[in-house]
Structure formats: structure tokens, C-alpha cells
């Protein structure tokens, strides 16, 4: 079997804290990039996927464990790798041959050879003609192909890609997604491997030899299989749409193992390692939630998620969140990437603002375990007031501090929606409510922490 470009064996991220515990990133994770393929990397937001890239292309060591280049620990080799960014990342003060040229200037290759590669390369990429424009008087499609032939101009072995289409619009995306596929199966470009991390399903069938999808907190491979259609690809092909289907699966189930297939490339079956205390609460607001559960009765209380965010003109990310939202509040079930809303669900999407706030409060007491610790610590404190603080050290045993401030501010989006307590951002306290919890919000002796 021919060797990897990159392996990675048992790599980990995670963030050391005062205590014993640590605040884990990514989990033991294995693996490798090989010659000749397209690698795409999936997951939700808060999975790792930037970390993981990071870590592979040397840019950030991992925390335990190893990555290798070519049989050799990376901190050690000589890596030819280069990155494409989603947000253009091009000095503006430079011309485009200029800023095709900086990374050949900083190695310090001599001024008419460093001309000659860009020239090519802008040639290449459709930019003849360009070079002595500046990015301001460029559109974003112009401009992301001005990032792709500067990645490139330096040859790398692997060209990276952190969701590269994700700024542009959907028929300049798709243009830029086909000219780069064409160039690679042409061998136009001397890159011997692409590895793409996206959050558009579509986009990893369309390009990918190879599909990974992480879970996250922490992240880890859910599942990691070939894609053997042949380009062209057709999105109406039977084929397409069930590997389409599959990862929607994956990505909506993530408390559950992934279907039996496919496999790992080793035919070991995936296992879900996370382990968990605080459900990480999904990013999403209640007017969102009350959007899509109306909108669900709209489609007979039940449509595909894939179809959903097709309607709605939604990436995965944007659409994810509020379907994991309303799972967890009990207003809808996910099954084989199909929504249905539930009963309290419909009466949810059914009712007036204020009787809205009331079935919202009774599910998220049930069914939320942070929120349901803030009612009962402002219920057994004489004054009713809570310091922040003291949540914000709870979870961030478990999470890093940027996911827990989040985890804090949506928690407080929700107890307020909900009238569980209030907020005074000034003191950072939770106070209770000046209105009196209805009977239908459980008391402090039916709360279980």
C-alpha cells in the first residue's frame, strides 16, 4: 500500500485547566491524506474541523499524539502545503501579481522567476489580464481565484481549503468548484492531494474522492468513507442524493451511531466517543424555533430536513441548530433526516406569544439541565439573585471558553424568552422573575439536577 502524505495517529487537542480536568478539543483521532485523492471534511459548527486542519498542516501541534509528513514527524519535515482561506486573506495594498507573488517573494526566490510563476499561474486560474489590478476593483469570485493561484504558485504537495466557497454567491461558487475539479483531473496543478473542509453536503459529493464527518464536543470521526462516482456528478442521480441522505443522517443523529454503512476505510465500525455532562445548547433563538415548527405544519408536520433548508435557501449550519433546538426542547423528532413535529410541538407553532412563552418555559425546565440548575439555585437563594460566575466555572470544565460564553448567552436567551429569571448584565447575575412562576412551571422540589 503506498505511503500517506499525511498521517496522523491518536492526535489531540484539548486545553489544560486549574483543575485536574481539561477541556478536550478534539479527540484521539486518526487520519491520512493520500496521493491522488479528494478529501472533504464535514461537521457542525463547534466540531473541530479548522482545529483539525490546523493540526495537519503543521500550523498548530496537537496536544498528544503524532503527524506525520512522508513517514516523519511534521514539526521536523520539510511540509510543501498550502492553505485557501473563506476569506480571501489578500493584502489590498498589493496588485494581484503581487500578492500572487508573496509567498515566492518570502522564500526568496529571485524577482523574474517569481514573475514568470505568477504570470503562469494567474493564467491558470482565468486572470490573465488582471495582473495589475487590486483587489478592491475585484469581485469575490475574482478575488478567491486570486487566492487559489497564490496557494498554488508554490506547488504545494497538498492544497488545503477552509471552506473556500462559503463567501460567494451560489453561481459563482459553482463555477469556481467546477474550474477547480477540471484542473485537478486535468493535472493542470502540480498538487498531489486536495483536502476541502466545508459545511455543504452537496459540495463534498460533488468534488470529494473521500468524505469524513466529525461529531463534536468533543470532536471526533463519526464516519470516513469513499465516494466512487464517477465525474461527472449528477445531483439527481439516484446515487447522489442517497449519499447526500446519508450524511444528513450522520450529521442530525448525533447521539446515535451512524448507519451500518458505510464503514471506515479499515471496516472498523465508528463509535460515538463523546462523553458529556451539560447537553451543549444549540445556538439557536425561540423565534427561530417557532419559524420552523410553523413551517413544518405548513409541510403536513413532517419534511425532509435536506428539503427544508433547500426551500429556505439554508446552508446545513444555518438550519442545524435550530432543528437540534427544537429536538431538544421536545418540538419536533429527527428520524433518517426527516423532521416531525410532535404534539406539544404543533400546539407550540399553534398558540398566541404569551402562551408560547408558557409551553417554551415548561420544556425548557424539563428538558434542559443547565437551565433547570439556574432555577433552582435562584430558588433556594434567600435574596433570589445568582452571580454568573459561578455557571461560567461549571461549564467551563467542560467547555472552552469561547463555547462557554455562547452556552451562557444562549442559556440566558432562552431563561428570558421563557421568564424563568432575568438578567442584570452589569452585576453578571441571574435574578428571578418579577412575574410568579405558574403552576405549570415544575417547583423546586420536582427539579432534578
Do not use: C
Not at 518570502?106 to 494567474?122: D, S, T, W, Y
Not at 446519508?246 to 465508528?270: C, N, R
Not at 444562549?410 to 412562576?437: C, H, K, M, Q, S
Amino acid at each position: 500500500m503506498q505511503e500517506a502524505i499525511i498521517r496522523a495517529e491518536r492526535v489531540e487537542k484539548y486545553y489544560a485547566q486549574p483543575s485536574e480536568n481539561r477541556i478536550q478539543v478534539i479527540s484521539p483521532t486518526d487520519l491520512s491524506i493520500g496521493e491522488g485523492e479528494i478529501v472533504a471534511l464535514l461537521g457542525p459548527s463547534g466540531s473541530g474541523k479548522s482545529t483539525l486542519l490546523r493540526m495537519l498542516t503543521g500550523l498548530s501541534a496537537p496536544s498528544a499524539g503524532e503527524v506525520y509528513w512522508h513517514g516523519k514527524p511534521i514539526a521536523t519535515a520539510d511540509v510543501n502545503v498550502s492553505i485557501v482561506f473563506q476569506s480571501f486573506a489578500l493584502f489590498p495594498w498589493l496588485s494581484v501579481l503581487e500578492n500572487v507573488e508573496a509567498p515566492l517573494k518570502a522564500r526568496g526566490m529571485e524577482p523574474a522567476e517569481r514573475r514568470r510563476r505568477g504570470m503562469k499561474m494567474l493564467d491558470t486560474v482565468g486572470l490573465d489580464g488582471f495582473q495589475a489590478a487590486f483587489p478592491k476593483e475585484l469581485s469575490g469570485g475574482m478575488r478567491q481565484r486570486v487566492g487559489f493561484a497564490r496557494a498554488l504558485v508554490v506547488e504545494p504537495e497538498v492544497l488545503f481549503m477552509d471552506e473556500p466557497f462559503s463567501a460567494l454567491d451560489v453561481l459563482t461558487a459553482e463555477n469556481l468548484r467546477s474550474e477547480l475539479l477540471e484542473l485537478w483531473q486535468n493535472k493542470t496543478i502540480p498538487t498531489k492531494a486536495i483536502f476541502i473542509v466545508t459545511h455543504n453536503i452537496e459540495e463534498a459529493v460533488l468534488l470529494a474522492d473521500r468524505i469524513i464527518v466529525l461529531g463534536r464536543n468533543p470532536g471526533h470521526v463519526r464516519t470516513d468513507f469513499r465516494v466512487t462516482l464517477v465525474h461527472p456528478r449528477d445531483r439527481k442521480a439516484t446515487a447522489f442524493t442517497q449519499l447526500v441522505d446519508y450524511i444528513y443522517k450522520v450529521l442530525t443523529q448525533p447521539d446515535a451511531q451512524p448507519p451500518a454503512l458505510p464503514q471506515t476505510p479499515e471496516g472498523k465500525p465508528v463509535r460515538d466517543q463523546r462523553q458529556m455532562h451539560y447537553q451543549m445548547l444549540p445556538h439557536a433563538r425561540p423565534g427561530g424555533i417557532a419559524g420552523l415548527l410553523e413551517l413544518l405544519l405548513d409541510h403536513n408536520g413532517k419534511d425532509s430536513i435536506y428539503k427544508l433548508a433547500d426551500d429556505l435557501a439554508f446552508e446545513i449550519d444555518d438550519l442545524l441548530p435550530i432543528v437540534d433546538a427544537a429536538q431538544l426542547l421536545g418540538f419536533l423528532t429527527v428520524n433518517e433526516g426527516d423532521a416531525a413535529i410532535t404534539p406539544e410541538g404543533a400546539e407550540y407553532a399553534n398558540s398566541e406569544i404569551l402562551k408560547q412563552k408558557e409551553l417554551f418555559r415548561t420544556a425548557a425546565v424539563q428538558n434542559v439541565l443547565l437551565l433547570r440548575q439556574i432555577v433552582r439555585a435562584i430558588e433556594a437563594k434567600s435574596d433570589r439573585t445568582v452571580p454568573e460566575d459561578f455557571f461560567h466555572d461549571v461549564l467551563d470544565e467542560q467547555f472552552s471558553e469561547d463555547e462557554t460564553l455562547r452556552q451562557l448567552e444562549t442559556a440566558i436567551n432562552w431563561g428570558r424568552y421563557a421568564e424563568l429569571f432575568d438578567y442584570d448584565a452589569a452585576r453578571r447575575r441571574f435574578i428571578a422573575p418579577e412575574r410568579v412562576l405558574p403552576d405549570s412551571t415544575p417547583s423546586t422540589t420536582e427539579i432534578d439536577a
